[in-house]
């Protein structure tokens, strides 16, 4: 099945993920033997990571997309992202654009610490949302607070939308993480697949133990659908 990646980490030497233009081409090739047709690049932003230069993320974005029209695919596509840490001023780095949504679109691909508190996630998701912006949680799958009940469907209910990575979803049945994704998937509260690739080893694009999981229990149509047709709503900046 055809997909489009709207998280990862493919730009070299920006973050943690890929160090040099050579990992970068080997992670897309990895990218493209999963049926992965473009991608988003997203590299952080956060207190390590200051990419606050947007020209530079479009230029490296450009760089790379002519090289994989080359060597992956001639159709390859590489559009321009990041995965924003919430912060205190966040909104004001949107607004200055000194931080890029997803695409040029109005979504934003956030992420928080793991002990951030859910008031606190509800909070940014509102006030991200009252100025215009749509948020996306970043790996959901890594917040505790939100596997207590009703709290996911309470951020979707006011207009979150949910990104959740491959991997964990084609773990182990008896491993905690991997029977909660599975869950939110049954019960269709996941909106985004991402592979959140770093790297070609420990964090490589693998998505196939995933598929295979959501061919057997998933309707087909929804596996399209968060995979690749609301991928592709956000590049063409439509709703989803």
């Known amino acids: 099945m055809k997909k489009i990646d709207i998280h990862c980490h493919v730009l070299p030497g920006l973050d943690d993920g890929a160090h040099n233009i050579e990992e970068s081409m080997q992670m897309l090739k990895m990218a493209k033997k ?3 047709c473009a991608v988003v690049a997203t590299p952080h932003y956060s207190n390590h990571f200051r990419n606050d230069k947007p020209e530079v993320i ?10 994989a029209r080359k060597e992956v695919d001639p159709h390859f596509r590489i559009f321009s992202g990041q995965e924003n ?3 205190e001023d966040i909104l004001e780095l949107l607004d200055k654009r000194k931080v890029l949504t997803l695409a040029g679109s109005s979504y934003v691909l ?3 610490l793991p002990s951030t508190p859910y008031s606190n996630i509800f909070r940014t998701v509102q006030s991200l949302l009252l100025n215009q912006y749509q948020p996306i949680l ?3 799958e890594r917040y505790d607070v939100l596997r207590e009940k009703g709290r996911i469907e309470e951020l979707i209910e006011i207009g979150a939308t949910i990104q959740m990575n491959y991997r964990p979803i084609g773990g182990r049945w008896y491993d905690e993480t991997t029977r909660w994704c599975r869950k939110m998937l049954k019960e269709g509260n996941v909106h985004l697949l991402g592979t959140d690739m770093h790297n070609t080893k420990a964090r490589s694009p693998e998505t196939a133990d995933a598929e295979a999981w959501m061919e057997k229990h998933l ?3 929804y596996v399209q659908e968060i995979s690749y047709r609301n991928p ?3 590049i063409k900046h439509e709703k989803i």
Not at 58 to 67: A, F, N, P
């Open 34 to 36: 999963q049926n992965i």
């Open 58 to 67: 479009r230029e490296l974005c450009r760089t790379l997309e002519q090289k």
């Open 85 to 87: 840490l919430a912060s």
């Open 110 to 112: 956030m992420e928080f």
């Open 138 to 140: 970043a790996h959901v």
């Open 219 to 221: 309707d087909p149509s």
């Open 232 to 234: 592709l709503k956000i």
